[in-house]
């Protein structure tokens, strides 16, 4: 089925008889104020995806007796399903239900920073600001401008670089806040992402490790650069940031939070999980606190592009296949699975009622969240190949 020249349209109705409704439970010892962080159970059609075709974004999906509220078509039919649109839309319905619940909710997102723009269904060389998409965010987090994640201490290659600077000074242009994470170590390497990041008012961190395996406070510099005295109540106050991922070699929960709370980021950014079981509100706003006593920001993040088996929501007899919508395992991390992220039965684990992952971050006190996993459009783009460098 070749890509015409208007998009076909994708319905989706609420049907009636959609009656294999989605189980729900709350996470044992999770969030006691309210039911969040829960497991889920869906059952979901089958779906397969076939490549993009020219870099365009659209994918062929192929129908098999779906029920109607899904995005694909009744069995034996196909149809063209544009995936930077269908994520747009998922990171607009989280900003959505987030801010219903909390409006200064912030919100995050991390790379994917091609959804920023709309290409032309006709002409691709012809682009505009995905409007509705960047104002329901506040601000980006690009890995590896400046230093490059797959070969730390070493800038990625020029093409891709100006690419990503491109994007990236895009983005702050529109009035989002862009945040730098690169890789590597040293104080010169460090003093040079800072320099480099704030001629262009970007915000920047470095860490040796990649993002979701950061477990050390910068040993370099001692106190943060812009070290600021003053409460910071806002995204656009952000002087500096931190970011814990992997909090277990800290010990209980208060020694973890008394850890971070000993330094004067203005903003920090963890795992809503420590161990087994999610920080109590009372660890979230230790973590609200500077060393001086100034109010900061404490963001958790939260993946909307993979599922790992290690999750709350994770059931024994989950796997690849099962529920549909788990596709196959991620290359470098064989526990984690790539997701069918427009499929509703994903979504309502994600977003959209009072079980939801979102809504257990909100209710556990966050100030906002950095939403990991939106280039899982690139996997099926790539016809279920891996795709980790921005695309054009």
């Known amino acids: 089925m070749p890509i015409g020249a208007e998009r076909l349209r994708i319905f989706r109705s609420k049907l009636a008889s959609f009656v294999a409704p989605i189980a729900l439970s709350v996470i044992a010892l999770g969030f006691v104020a309210c039911p969040t962080m829960t497991q889920a159970q869906q059952t979901e059609p089958t779906s397969r995806q076939s490549g993009g075709e020219n870099g365009t974004g659209f994918v062929r999906i192929q129908g098999r007796g779906q029920p109607a509220d899904d995005l694909t078509p009744t069995t034996g039919t196909e149809v063209l399903l544009d995936l930077r649109e269908e994520m747009r839309k998922f990171v607009q319905s989280i900003s959505r239900y987030a801010r ?27 682009t505009s600001p995905a409007r509705t998409y960047i104002r329901s965010i506040d601000g980006i987090m690009a890995q590896g401008l400046f230093y490059d994640i797959k070969s730390p201490g070493k800038p990625p290659p020029p093409d891709r670089q100006r690419g990503l600077l491109s994007r990236a000074d895009f ?68 002087k500096n940031f931190v970011i814990v991922s992997n909090s277990q070699s800290y010990g209980r929960e208060d020694q973890f939070a008394l850890k971070l709370h000993d330094n004067n980021y203005d903003m920090v950014v963890v795992d809503v999980f420590h161990g087994r079981k999610p920080l109590s509100r009372q660890a979230v706003e230790t973590l609200k606190y500077k060393k001086m006593g100034a109010k ?36 470098e991390d064989p526990d984690r699975y790539n997701i069918e992220f427009w499929r509703p039965g994903w979504k309502q684990i994600i977003t959209g009622n009072t079980n939801s992952y979102i809504y257990g971050l909100i209710a556990q006190g966050f100030d906002g969240v950095i939403i990991t996993g939106v280039e899982a459009f690139k996997f099926f783009e790539g016809g279920g190949e891996e795709e980790t460098q921005e695309g054009n």
């Open 296 to 331: 900061r920001l404490a963001f958790a993040y939260m993946d909307i592009g993979t599922a790992a088996s290690y999750s709350f929501y994770w059931k024994d007899n989950w796997r690849e296949g099962s529920p549909p919508w788990i596709n196959a395992p991620v290359r």
């Open 171 to 238: 983005a702050r242009k529109n009035g989002l806040k862009v945040f730098t994470l690169d890789f590597g170590e040293g104080q010169k390497l460090i003093d040079s992402t800072y320099q480099q990041a704030t001629k262009r008012g970007y915000i920047s961190t470095v860490s040796n490790v990649p993002f979701n395996d950061i477990s050390q406070l910068p040993g370099y510099p001692k106190r943060p650069f812009g070290e600021n005295p003053n409460s910071v109540v806002s995204l656009g106050q952000v």
């Open 100 to 126: 219903r619940h909390r409006p200064n909710f912030s919100i995050i997102v991390q790379d994917g920073m091609e959804l920023l723009e709309k290409r032309d269904d006709v002409d691709e060389t012809r």
